[in-house]
């Protein structure tokens, strides 16, 4: 049973454009969700985090937004670039869960390609 | 700034054999991760240690072994390797368990034959 749920496996944009990637959850527990960037060999870098007391975070060109009621975040990339072509993960946390299985939730990822 | 830095970054194993893999931090962080992802998948935490000395199992942990050496280094063992785990590994580190971001090496890659 999935509990974080990235259902666009793929998304192209042109550059220049917004980019926005979805994820949904199911595990109301949740309070801390993150964002991470795949490049191929390489491992999962952190962009962007919110805490859940939160429904809005910016980091430069990149903003997340948390919809607690309906259980889904987003993370737009204003403008697109070429280096932005990677797989995003979203991920959460619930730190008060306990007997084991703390740490990270991931999505499956959405391959994001940024069209010339 | 080396961060998180996993050692083998590749490894070809026979069924049966038993290999241990390698994870160390210069970020001064408390909390270290076990993570393992499978084609088409997410990351799933295999072993995690919320500080030195403590160390708790994830969501898959049955075939694996850690041991959190000291503050810096967190290793994975299998001590009995089966082609189940042909995986790409993933170890990171936090300053604390609860709401702070992971940092992550950049894996190995393992295969067992």
């Known amino acids: 049973d999935q509990q974080v749920k990235q259902n666009s496996p793929s998304l192209s944009v042109q550059e220049g454009r917004i980019s926005i990637l979805n994820c949904d959850y199911t595990?109301?527990?949740?309070?801390?969700f993150l964002w991470y960037k795949k490049y191929p060999a390489e491992g999962p870098t952190f962009l962007i985090s919110?805490?859940?007391?939160?429904d809005k975070n910016e980091d430069g060109r990149f903003t997340v937004f948390l919809n607690k009621s309906a259980k889904h975040l987003s993370l737009h990339i204003v403008p697109s670039q070429p280096g932005d072509s990677a797989v995003y993960f979203c991920?959460?946390?619930?730190?008060?869960?306990?007997?084991?299985?703390?740490?990270?939730?991931f999505g499956k990822g959405t391959h994001l390609i940024i069209q010339p | 700034n080396a961060g998180v830095t996993q050692t083998p970054k590749f490894q070809v194993l026979k069924t049966g054999q038993s290999m241990t893999l390698q994870c160390a931090q210069d970020?001064?962080?408390?909390?270290m991760y076990w993570y393992r992802q499978d084609p088409g998948m997410g990351l799933r935490l295999i072993y995690y240690?919320?500080?030195?000395?403590?160390?708790d199992k994830g969501e898959v942990p049955n075939g694996y072994n850690v041991s959190r050496l000291n503050k810096r280094e967190f290793s994975l063992r299998l001590e009995s390797a089966a082609p189940s785990q042909t995986s790409v590994y993933f170890c990171?580190?936090?300053?604390?368990?609860?709401?702070?971001?992971?940092?992550f090496g950049d894996g190995t890659r393992l295969s067992i034959l």
């Open positions: 990171a580190s936090s300053a604390t368990f609860s709401n702070q971001p992971q940092h």
């Open positions: 595990n109301s527990m949740f309070d801390y």
């Open positions: 919110i805490s859940s007391i939160k």
């Open positions: 991920a959460a946390s619930d730190p008060w869960s306990g007997g084991g299985a703390d740490g990270l939730t």
């Open positions: 970020m001064n962080h408390n909390s």
């Open positions: 240690s919320a500080s030195e000395g403590t160390t």
